[in-house]
C-alpha cells in the first residue's frame, strides 16, 4: 500500500468507521503495523471519534461527524500534519523511517498496531425484525458507534439469557472499544465457553486483539490458532494476523 494513495482514498478514516471489508482491513491493519505515519493517523481518528460519539448533533451520523472533524483538523492543523508526516522527513529526527511508496526496507511491525480493533459490523438477521427489546435498543447504540451507551442494554439482554452469545459477544466488543480491556477479555472467554456458535470464531478472534493490549502475545497467538481451525471466513486475515504477530515478537 501507497501512504499518499491510502490518504487520497481515505482508507484510515474508512478503516476506523468500519466502512471497509474484511480483506481491506485486514491489509491495511498489515500496512499500518510497520508504518508509523499510517499508525498515528489510525490513532488521531480514533482520539476524535471518542471525543464525538458521546455528543453527536442531532440527526448526524457520527461517522459523517468524524470525517469532517477530521477534515477540519488536517487541513486547519499544520502541527498535526507535522506530526503526520514520515519521520524521515522530519529534520533532525532520530525515528525510524516508516513503510511507504519511497521505502525499500522491509519495516518492523508494531504489537501495538497489531493489536487495534475495527469494530465488527452487526447485521440484524434478515428473518428477524427490530424490537424494542434490551439487545435491540443496545445493538442500535452500538451501531451508533456509541459503545459505553450500548453496555448496559447487553448487560441485561445477558442477564435475562445467559446463553445469548450475540449479546455477551458485543458486550465484549463494547468493553474492547472503551479501552476496558479486562473486561473485554474476560467476557469474550465467557462467549467462548458457551461452545459453538455464530460468534465463536470471531471471539477467539478478538480476543486475540485484547490479549495483545495487555500484552499476552502467547495467548493471543493461542487464540488465533484456535480461530484458524474453525476454518471460518476470517481464516486467511487470522493467518495473516499470526504471522505478523510471531515475526513482530521474534523481532522484539
Not at 480514533?46 to 477534515?71: E, H, K, M, N, Y
Not at 424490537?131 to 442494554?153: K, N, S, V
Amino acid at each position: 500500500m501507497d501512504c499518499d494513495k491510502i490518504e487520497e482514498a481515505e482508507i484510515a478514516e474508512k478503516y476506523v468507521t468500519g466502512q471497509l471489508n474484511e480483506t481491506e482491513q485486514a491489509d491495511f491493519e498489515l500496512h499500518f503495523a510497520g508504518c508509523q505515519r499510517c499508525f498515528e493517523r489510525v490513532q488521531l481518528l480514533q482520539d476524535i471519534q471518542a471525543a464525538l460519539v458521546p455528543r453527536p448533533r442531532r440527526g448526524t451520523p457520527w461517522w459523517t461527524a468524524l470525517a469532517v472533524a477530521a477534515s477540519l483538523l488536517v487541513a486547519a492543523g499544520a502541527a498535526t500534519w507535522f506530526r503526520l508526516r514520515p519521520a524521515s522527513g522530519r529534520e533532525g529526527s532520530q525515528a525510524t523511517a516508516p513503510s511507504g511508496a519511497h521505502s525499500t526496507a522491509r519495516p518492523s511491525l508494531n504489537l501495538t498496531a497489531l493489536a487495534l480493533v475495527s469494530p465488527p459490523r452487526y447485521l440484524q438477521p434478515q428473518w428477524r425484525a427490530a424490537g424494542q427489546t434490551d439487545f435491540d435498543l443496545a445493538m442500535r447504540r452500538y451501531t451508533r458507534g456509541d459503545y459505553a451507551g450500548a453496555t448496559p442494554g447487553l448487560l441485561a439482554a445477558l442477564k435475562d439469557d445467559p446463553e445469548n452469545s450475540a449479546a455477551g459477544f458485543f458486550l465484549g466488543i463494547s468493553y474492547l472499544m472503551q479501552d476496558r480491556d479486562n473486561e473485554a477479555v474476560a467476557q469474550l472467554k465467557a462467549v467462548i465457553r458457551l461452545g459453538d456458535s455464530p460468534e465463536l470464531e470471531e471471539a477467539h478472534f478478538y480476543l486475540a486483539k485484547a490479549l495483545l493490549r495487555k500484552p499476552d502475545v502467547s495467548g493471543a497467538v493461542a487464540e488465533l490458532r484456535q480461530a484458524i481451525r474453525l476454518h471460518g471466513p476470517r481464516q486467511p486475515e487470522e493467518r495473516r494476523l499470526l504471522e505478523s504477530v510471531q515475526e513482530a515478537r521474534t523481532e522484539q
